[in-house]
């Protein structure tokens, strides 16, 4: 195989046409795009990339395989280490993780980490040789995960795994957290997520919906149900919201709100799914994350002729993915930076019709290590829009933690955990987002991992 320092560009939807679908952009590498990447790991004796990669998976490891088209051996391999592969190779940050540490991304371009994790986990599902991970006999031992997310996912299916009795409580009807009513289907399709948790309930977990645990349980009525553990991976899914006149036009809306609607209840199938959105001519999100960039994607879909995003400080300092940006510039979302809402405008129906804004220049670091954005006088200006989406963070949602007032939480509401996810209860461990705030989703299956094996131990002793 010839050598070349480049890695394949992975085929995409052209922007023209994904703007009317909710297909996946990126395509995925072919067997042949996979190998020449393979060939072109340097197999390092000191591999950066695993210290970059949160739950240390030994890609060397896994690309060897690849490189020697053991493909059964390789994914197999990786689910070691982690049992969404096809999820996080599409939605990781590899960028700012292993891509970032790997050694060729000093002179030329890193290997595709992600692309060939991706590659691997369709090879496994394309050709259906998916198989029920080794277990250890039952042990007949009661473990209560509270939440589907990707913390709870993991943390269930190693439990299993070790033959715990496993069962899942979430408030929703489906499963997955937010790699279901949050990230869209064109970003992360959610036939993969479905079959990601039929791997789980191969493994023998019950999955309970529409539990919600703090209301219709609570902690304490699952002890009397003989559960002996319990793991909360509850995610922070409590929108944070502006302090603006204007809310509540109609027309406003959160991008949990939106995204949901969206997502999980299948707005883009109407009239398949009875649950349209009618997002109007032109859309408005506020914010400068992935949550933002989702919804005005996701906007654009829907019918929007123009949508615009408004966020406070500068391109540099927008977290979103820089893949997902470049994406968004390419279907046509206006960005429109160092700007800030004051004030959204309705007319006598009180529907949105404008939104005023105010522009900001950056100033000194302020606690995030970011320069803190400042109104620049007098350069207030309205968006004339018929729907804003505020996309500006969540946080912890209280309705669980207030049912438990001896757990330990801080003044924001996360709950308090040792690296281990150890909170102060001793049989209740917690993990993801609802300990760190909104993080990622491998960060989130690292904190379900090292749970698992806290809640063993703890078990055991
Ligand atoms: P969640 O995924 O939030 O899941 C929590 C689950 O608990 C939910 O299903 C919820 O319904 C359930 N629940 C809540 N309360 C209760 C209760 N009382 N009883 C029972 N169940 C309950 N990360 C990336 O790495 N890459 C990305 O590209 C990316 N994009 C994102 C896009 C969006 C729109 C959003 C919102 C987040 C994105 N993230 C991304 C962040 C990532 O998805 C989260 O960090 C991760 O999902 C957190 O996982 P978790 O398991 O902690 O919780
Ligand atoms: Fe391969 Fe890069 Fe890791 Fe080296 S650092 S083993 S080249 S992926």
């Not at 369709?122 to 939440?147: F, H, M, T, Y």
């Not at 149900?225 to 502006?242: D, N, R, S, T």
């Not at 027309?251 to 949901?260: D, I, K, M, R, S």
């Not at 649950?275 to 960039?293: C, E, M, Q």
Request: charge should be negative; glycine fraction near 8%; proline fraction near 6%.
């Amino acid at each position: 195989m010839t050598k070349t320092l480049l890695r394949p560009k992975m085929p995409e939807q052209d922007p023209k046409e994904r703007i009317h679908n909710f297909e996946e952009v990126p395509l995925g590498y072919s067997e042949e795009m996979a190998q020449i990447e393979a060939n072109r790991c340097l197999q390092c004796a000191d591999p950066k990339c695993i210290n970059g990669c949160p739950v240390n998976i030994d890609i060397p490891g896994f690309i060897k395989l690849i490189k020697e088209k053991e493909y059964r051996k390789a994914i197999e391999y990786i689910k070691e280490f982690n049992i969404l592969p096809a999820i996080c190779g599409r939605v990781c940050p590899q960028e700012i993780q292993c891509e970032q540490a790997c050694i060729l991304g000093k002179k030329k371009e890193p290997i595709a980490i992600g692309a060939l994790e991706r590659f691997i986990a369709d090879w496994e599902r394309e050709n259906s040789l998916k198989a029920c991970p080794d277990c250890q006999p039952p042990n007949n031992i009661k473990v209560a995960i509270i939440g589907s997310g990707p913390a709870s996912l993991t943390c269930a299916a190693d439990l299993a795994r070790k033959g715990y009795e496993v069962t899942i409580f979430e408030a929703l009807h489906k499963g997955g957290g937010v790699l279901v009513y949050g990230i869209p289907e064109f970003r992360l399709p959610k036939e993969i997520v479905r079959e990601e948790i039929e791997t789980l309930e191969m493994l023998g977990v019950k999955i309970e919906y529409n539990k919600i645990i703090g209301k219709i349980l609570t902690i304490d009525d699952l002890r009397e149900m003989g559960y002996k553990a319990f793991f909360i991976g509850v995610g922070a899914g409590l929108p944070i919201m502006l302090t603006m006149p204007g809310l509540n036009l109609n027309g406003v809306v959160t991008a949990n709100e939106f995204l949901t609607r969206a997502n999980l209840m299948k707005a883009y199938k109407f009239p398949e799914y009875d649950t349209p959105i009618n997002v109007g001519r032109i859309v408005t999100v506020i914010g400068g994350g992935n949550v933002a960039l989702d919804s005005a994607r996701v906007a654009l879909r829907l019918g929007a002729e123009k949508v615009i995003v408004v966020y406070r400080r500068s391109e540099e300092e927008m977290p979103a993915r820089r893949a997902e940006y470049h994406h968004a510039l390419e279907e046509g979302i206006e960005f429109q930076f160092l700007t800030n809402p004051i004030e959204i405008i309705g007319d006598d129906l009180s529907n949105v019709r404008e939104l005023k804004v105010i522009k900001m220049k950056l100033g000194e670091l302020d606690d995030s290590g970011r320069r803190r954005p400042l109104p620049i006088e007098n350069s207030q200006y309205l968006i004339p829009t018929d729907m804003v989406i505020l996309a500006i963070g969540t946080r912890a949602n209280p309705i669980l933690t207030r049912t438990l007032p001896k757990l330990k939480t801080t003044k924001s509401g996360y709950i308090e955990t040792d690296e281990f996810g150890r909170t102060n209860i001793e049989d209740i461990f917690a993990g993801g987002d609802i300990v760190t705030g909104s993080a990622t989703v491998i960060s989130a299956m690292g904190a379900g991992r090292m749970a698992a094996k806290a809640i063993d131990e703890y078990l055991n002793s």
